[in-house]
């Protein structure tokens, strides 16, 4: 079940990026204002239909990505809980060393503490 929902979150994280990658700013607007490009676009979408249709997949595709990360936060709980510990008590603590001083008589420099 996690295998299936992290693979769909990395889809859709990857399709993000494509379609916000995709998307024109907000200054692009005033350059087909003046005569600039995106023929191709208005005959396929409209004059602002390729707009809204990118910023509706987007939408979409952010709702997938809010849902799975829910859907994985809550099966990740559930498998730290039956296993009874965090990850971090899992870890084994590491003993301390004895702090070691040289004998005074064996030739090396004191270190000033």
């Keep these: 079940m996690k295998e299936i929902l992290l693979v769909i979150h ?37 004059a602002r239909g390729s707009a809204t249709f990118l910023s509706r997949a987007t939408a979409v595709l952010a709702a997938i990505f809010f849902a799975t990360s829910l859907g994985l936060a809550v099966v990740y709980s559930r498998q730290s809980s039956e296993q009874g510990r965090s990850i971090t008590e899992q870890v084994a603590p590491v003993p301390a060393a004895p702090a070691t001083q040289a004998p005074a008589e064996s030739g090396a420099p004191a270190v000033p503490k």
Aim: glycine share 30%.
């Design 10 to 46: 990395m889809l859709t994280a990857v399709g993000i990026i494509g379609m916000v990658l995709l998307q024109q700013g907000k200054g692009a607007d005033m350059g087909a204002a003046f005569g600039g490009g995106g023929g191709a676009s208005q005959s396929l979408f409209g």
